[in-house]
Protein backbone atom coordinates (compact mmCIF):
# COMPACT_ATOMS: atom_id res chain seq x y z
CA UNK A 1 0.00 0.00 0.00
CA UNK A 2 3.03 2.49 0.53
CA UNK A 3 2.57 4.99 -2.10
CA UNK A 4 5.81 7.38 -1.68
CA UNK A 5 8.80 5.28 -0.81
CA UNK A 6 12.01 6.07 0.22
CA UNK A 7 15.33 3.88 0.09
CA UNK A 8 17.10 3.16 1.78
CA UNK A 9 15.74 4.06 5.80
CA UNK A 10 18.87 4.57 6.85
CA UNK A 11 22.55 5.68 4.60
CA UNK A 12 25.77 6.08 6.47
CA UNK A 13 27.99 6.99 4.17
CA UNK A 14 31.82 8.72 4.71
CA UNK A 15 32.63 11.94 4.80
CA UNK A 16 33.04 13.53 1.43
CA UNK A 17 32.05 9.83 -0.56
CA UNK A 18 28.87 10.59 -2.97
CA UNK A 19 25.92 9.38 -1.80
CA UNK A 20 22.72 8.72 -3.68
CA UNK A 21 19.20 8.55 -1.69
CA UNK A 22 16.21 7.33 -3.76
CA UNK A 23 12.47 7.89 -4.24
CA UNK A 24 9.56 6.32 -5.61
CA UNK A 25 5.85 6.88 -6.26
CA UNK A 26 2.79 4.59 -6.92
CA UNK A 27 0.24 7.69 -7.44
CA UNK A 28 1.71 9.21 -10.37
CA UNK A 29 1.83 12.99 -9.74
CA UNK A 30 3.17 15.15 -11.26
CA UNK A 31 5.33 17.43 -8.76
CA UNK A 32 8.31 15.59 -6.19
CA UNK A 33 9.93 17.42 -3.48
CA UNK A 34 12.71 16.88 -1.32
CA UNK A 35 13.31 18.09 2.27
CA UNK A 36 15.78 18.13 4.23
CA UNK A 37 15.06 18.03 8.04
CA UNK A 38 17.74 18.23 11.09
CA UNK A 39 17.21 17.37 14.19
CA UNK A 40 14.32 19.56 15.89
CA UNK A 41 13.94 21.76 12.72
CA UNK A 42 11.36 21.83 10.69
CA UNK A 43 11.68 20.40 7.13
CA UNK A 44 13.18 22.11 4.43
CA UNK A 45 12.76 22.29 0.94
CA UNK A 46 15.31 21.50 -0.86
CA UNK A 47 14.29 21.27 -4.53
CA UNK A 48 11.41 20.36 -6.41
CA UNK A 49 9.91 18.72 -9.89
CA UNK A 50 6.84 19.62 -11.89
CA UNK A 51 7.03 16.98 -14.39
CA UNK A 52 10.34 17.05 -15.68
CA UNK A 53 10.92 20.83 -14.50
CA UNK A 54 13.38 21.39 -11.97
CA UNK A 55 13.03 23.92 -9.25
CA UNK A 56 15.85 24.98 -7.14
CA UNK A 57 15.09 26.49 -3.42
CA UNK A 58 17.71 29.71 -3.67
CA UNK A 59 19.61 28.55 -0.29
CA UNK A 60 20.34 25.04 -1.42
CA UNK A 61 24.06 24.24 -1.89
CA UNK A 62 25.65 23.20 -4.61
CA UNK A 63 26.31 19.99 -3.37
CA UNK A 64 22.82 18.71 -3.70
CA UNK A 65 21.71 17.70 -7.18
CA UNK A 66 18.86 15.74 -8.40
CA UNK A 67 17.87 13.51 -11.03
CA UNK A 68 14.11 12.93 -11.99
CA UNK A 69 14.12 10.27 -15.10
CA UNK A 70 10.39 9.70 -15.05
CA UNK A 71 7.48 10.07 -13.60
CA UNK A 72 7.93 7.22 -10.94
CA UNK A 73 11.63 8.09 -9.80
CA UNK A 74 13.34 11.00 -8.25
CA UNK A 75 16.95 10.55 -6.29
CA UNK A 76 19.02 13.05 -4.22
CA UNK A 77 22.43 12.97 -5.08
CA UNK A 78 25.15 14.86 -2.32
CA UNK A 79 28.39 15.06 -3.95
CA UNK A 80 30.65 15.67 -1.50
CA UNK A 81 28.51 15.12 1.72
CA UNK A 82 30.16 16.98 5.14
CA UNK A 83 28.90 16.28 8.65
CA UNK A 84 26.49 19.13 8.43
CA UNK A 85 24.73 17.20 5.82
CA UNK A 86 23.16 14.40 8.50
CA UNK A 87 20.13 14.70 8.75
CA UNK A 88 16.79 12.81 7.56
CA UNK A 89 15.92 13.75 3.93
CA UNK A 90 11.70 13.30 3.20
CA UNK A 91 10.43 12.84 -0.62
CA UNK A 92 7.21 14.14 -1.29
CA UNK A 93 4.41 14.16 -3.77
CA UNK A 94 1.68 16.13 -5.07
CA UNK A 95 -0.90 15.37 -8.01
CA UNK A 96 -0.08 18.49 -9.93
CA UNK A 97 -0.05 22.63 -9.40
CA UNK A 98 -3.20 23.96 -7.38
CA UNK A 99 -3.84 20.19 -5.54
CA UNK A 100 -3.39 20.76 -2.39
CA UNK A 101 -2.52 17.54 -0.51
CA UNK A 102 1.08 16.00 -0.36
CA UNK A 103 1.87 12.50 0.59
CA UNK A 104 5.53 12.11 2.25
CA UNK A 105 7.67 8.87 1.97
CA UNK A 106 9.12 7.35 5.76
CA UNK A 107 12.39 9.35 5.42
CA UNK A 108 16.26 8.84 4.57
CA UNK A 109 17.92 9.28 7.86
CA UNK A 110 21.56 9.91 6.86
CA UNK A 111 24.93 9.30 8.68
CA UNK A 112 28.20 11.11 7.73
CA UNK A 113 31.03 9.50 9.59
CA UNK B 1 6.66 35.32 1.88
CA UNK B 2 4.78 33.79 4.12
CA UNK B 3 5.73 32.13 7.25
CA UNK B 4 4.30 29.90 10.21
CA UNK B 5 5.16 30.07 13.91
CA UNK B 6 4.55 27.50 16.38
CA UNK B 7 5.35 29.28 19.51
CA UNK B 8 5.47 25.59 22.06
CA UNK B 9 8.28 23.59 21.04
CA UNK B 10 7.23 21.30 24.00
CA UNK B 11 4.07 20.53 24.98
CA UNK B 12 3.74 17.90 28.23
CA UNK B 13 0.09 16.37 28.86
CA UNK B 14 -1.33 13.52 31.01
CA UNK B 15 -3.26 11.11 29.10
CA UNK B 16 -7.10 11.63 28.84
CA UNK B 17 -6.34 15.49 29.35
CA UNK B 18 -7.34 18.12 26.49
CA UNK B 19 -4.71 19.65 24.90
CA UNK B 20 -4.18 22.22 21.78
CA UNK B 21 -1.20 23.55 19.97
CA UNK B 22 -0.79 26.47 18.79
CA UNK B 23 -0.21 28.20 15.26
CA UNK B 24 0.31 31.64 14.02
CA UNK B 25 0.70 32.28 9.99
CA UNK B 26 2.32 35.33 8.36
CA UNK B 27 0.58 35.55 4.57
CA UNK B 28 0.36 38.82 2.60
CA UNK B 29 -2.32 36.36 0.04
CA UNK B 30 -4.93 33.99 1.11
CA UNK B 31 -3.10 30.30 2.44
CA UNK B 32 -4.43 27.11 2.93
CA UNK B 33 -3.32 25.94 5.92
CA UNK B 34 -2.44 21.98 7.20
CA UNK B 35 -1.25 20.09 10.47
CA UNK B 36 0.79 17.20 10.14
CA UNK B 37 2.49 14.57 12.49
CA UNK B 38 5.69 12.60 12.67
CA UNK B 39 6.60 9.74 14.80
CA UNK B 40 10.49 8.88 15.53
CA UNK B 41 12.38 8.60 12.13
CA UNK B 42 9.00 8.37 10.58
CA UNK B 43 7.61 10.29 7.30
CA UNK B 44 5.16 13.48 8.01
CA UNK B 45 1.37 12.38 7.84
CA UNK B 46 -1.14 14.84 7.41
CA UNK B 47 -3.32 15.14 10.22
CA UNK B 48 -6.01 18.02 8.79
CA UNK B 49 -6.39 20.78 6.49
CA UNK B 50 -8.09 23.79 6.12
CA UNK B 51 -8.91 24.81 2.29
CA UNK B 52 -12.34 26.48 2.79
CA UNK B 53 -15.45 26.94 3.55
CA UNK B 54 -15.85 25.89 7.65
CA UNK B 55 -13.69 27.06 9.83
CA UNK B 56 -13.63 23.98 12.16
CA UNK B 57 -11.67 20.92 10.27
CA UNK B 58 -11.69 17.99 11.93
CA UNK B 59 -8.90 14.99 10.77
CA UNK B 60 -7.83 11.79 11.84
CA UNK B 61 -7.28 10.62 15.17
CA UNK B 62 -9.67 12.65 16.81
CA UNK B 63 -8.17 16.11 15.96
CA UNK B 64 -9.70 19.00 15.26
CA UNK B 65 -8.22 22.75 14.18
CA UNK B 66 -9.92 25.80 13.33
CA UNK B 67 -9.09 29.14 11.07
CA UNK B 68 -9.45 32.20 12.34
CA UNK B 69 -8.52 34.67 9.56
CA UNK B 70 -8.66 38.07 12.16
CA UNK B 71 -6.05 36.41 14.03
CA UNK B 72 -4.03 34.64 11.62
CA UNK B 73 -4.51 31.34 13.49
CA UNK B 74 -4.98 27.23 13.28
CA UNK B 75 -5.03 25.63 16.58
CA UNK B 76 -5.06 22.14 16.87
CA UNK B 77 -6.99 20.69 19.79
CA UNK B 78 -7.94 17.09 20.76
CA UNK B 79 -10.11 16.56 23.80
CA UNK B 80 -8.45 13.92 25.32
CA UNK B 81 -5.39 12.32 24.45
CA UNK B 82 -3.63 8.93 24.25
CA UNK B 83 -0.43 7.70 25.09
CA UNK B 84 0.02 6.71 21.22
CA UNK B 85 -0.41 10.76 20.19
CA UNK B 86 3.11 11.70 21.70
CA UNK B 87 5.02 12.61 18.38
CA UNK B 88 6.23 15.97 16.72
CA UNK B 89 3.01 18.40 15.34
CA UNK B 90 4.25 20.50 12.29
CA UNK B 91 1.73 22.85 11.18
CA UNK B 92 1.97 24.53 7.71
CA UNK B 93 1.24 26.78 4.77
CA UNK B 94 0.62 27.03 1.49
CA UNK B 95 -0.18 29.97 -1.19
CA UNK B 96 -3.83 29.51 -2.93
CA UNK B 97 -3.63 30.09 -6.78
CA UNK B 98 -0.49 27.84 -7.74
CA UNK B 99 2.63 27.07 -6.55
CA UNK B 100 3.27 24.02 -4.22
CA UNK B 101 5.87 25.11 -1.87
CA UNK B 102 4.74 24.31 1.39
CA UNK B 103 6.18 25.85 4.17
CA UNK B 104 6.27 24.37 8.08
CA UNK B 105 6.81 25.75 11.17
CA UNK B 106 9.47 24.51 13.73
CA UNK B 107 7.18 21.99 15.30
CA UNK B 108 5.80 21.45 18.62
CA UNK B 109 6.59 17.92 20.54
CA UNK B 110 3.42 16.65 22.27
CA UNK B 111 4.62 14.23 25.31
CA UNK B 112 1.74 12.49 26.58
CA UNK B 113 2.11 10.72 30.00
CA UNK B 114 0.69 8.74 32.50
Known amino acids: DAMVIQNPRYQVTQFGKPVTLSCSQT?????MYWYQQKSSQAPKLLFH???????NEADTPDNFQSRRPNTSFCFLDIRSPGLGDAAMYLC????????????FGQGTRLTVV | AQSVTQLDSQVPVFEEAPVELRCNYS??????LFWYVQYPNQGLQLLLK??????LVKGINGFEAEFNKSQTSFHLRKPSVHISDTAEYFCAVRVTGGGNKLTFGTGTQLKVEL
Open chain 2, 27 to 32: SSVSVY
Open chain 1, 27 to 31: LNHNV
Open chain 1, 92 to 103: ATVLDRGNTEAF
Open chain 1, 49 to 55: YYDKDFN
Open chain 2, 50 to 55: YLSGST
